[in-house]
């Protein structure tokens, strides 16, 4: 396995699917630009004349659109900045807060991270989209799947509070899981 000499950045996103590592290889006496997701090489190209640019590819099981920027700062450094779904990484990570929730637990010695995309109401588990079943309640709504033979709810409950909106629950095994921060 080639070493990467010339690696010059690495991000960590956080999507539905999973967090997902980028890298980037950039030679710039070769021209040379390389990125690899999760360790597999997506784009690589030999002996670019053109040392700034963009590179655009896929990330994950949902093909989220992806793409480094390469901009020259001053003589021979260069800025590389990455863009998810056509926003900054920042922008994305913001809005991200806003429209998932993530949960984190460890259910009989296995990690799960749970991820609620608020404006569907899929639910991911690990990577994978789960099978769910939804249902109106009393106070709200209630979204039912099950991990590793342990029930899942998802309590969807007004917070009376207009700037709040709605509150999202994760209760497993009738126990409340604290949401993670990513």
Known sequence: LEKMTDLVAVWEVALSDGVHKIE??????????????????????????????????TV??????????????????????LEINGKSLKQYIENRLKTTNTWILNLGGTDYRI?????????????????TA?????????????VADHSCCIKAVSSGKRKEGIIHTLIVDDREIPEAVE
Request: aromatic share 12%; proline share 0%; net charge negative.
């Open 60 to 81: 994950g099981a949902t093909k989220t659109k992806a793409a480094i920027n390469i901009d020259a700062v001053s003589g021979f450094a260069y800025e590389y900045t």
């Open 134 to 146: 939804g249902e109106f309640v009393e106070d709200g709504t209630e979204t039912h799947f099950t």
């Open 115 to 131: 991820v609620l995309e608020k404006d569907t109401m899929d639910v991911w588990c690990n990577g994978q989209k789960m099978e």
């Open 24 to 57: 980037f290889e950039h030679g710039t006496t070769s021209g040379k630009r390389v990125v690899y997701v999760d360790g597999k090489e997506e784009i690589r190209r030999e002996w670019m004349f053109k040392l700034v640019g963009k590179e655009t590819f």
